[in-house]
């Protein structure tokens, strides 16, 4: 199974209030770093499993389960189970769907949709994938 971001809901149909990405990732997909933002996040479920890190708390979630990462908090997710998973991204404010976009074309190899030239909001890097932290 191939890494998967479609965007559902673009911000300039929501008037700037929200992105929504379905993504499907493979099992024992690694995930993004450690990283933060000044948007919300949730994630929900819809398949599989998937661990994600919210500040200090590693929380799993299966389907039908919710995970929320407001703005500013450090989070990350990771499948690290053995099967596929899928789960819907919804940003607010939105924009930041047009990373996704482009995330997408390059795994694909086809030219991102015209909405995707826009900016997106910046990601600060602060720490390692799950399963990457230097044990104490």
Do not use: K, W
Request: hydrophobic share 35%; net charge negative; aromatic share 8%.
């Amino acid at each position: 199974m191939t890494t998967r971001f479609e965007v559902l809901v673009r911000s300039e149909q929501s008037e700037g209030r929200l992105g929504v990405i379905r993504n499907t990732v493979p099992a024992s997909f690694a995930g993004p770093p450690l990283h933060h933002h000044a948007f919300d996040e949730m994630f929900y479920v819809l398949e599989g499993e998937l661990t994600f890190r919210l500040g200090d708390a590693l929380v799993t979630a299966g389907p039908g389960e919710a995970a929320f990462a407001p703005g500013g908090t450090p989070h990350t997710l990771a499948n690290r189970s053995g099967a596929p998973a899928r789960y819907l991204l919804i940003c607010t404010p939105g924009g930041f769907e047009r990373y996704f976009d482009r995330l997408d074309a390059e795994i694909t190899g086809v030219a991102p949709p015209p909405e995707a030239s826009g900016p997106y909001p910046e990601t600060i890097v602060v720490g390692p994938r799950i399963g990457e932290e230097a044990s104490s």
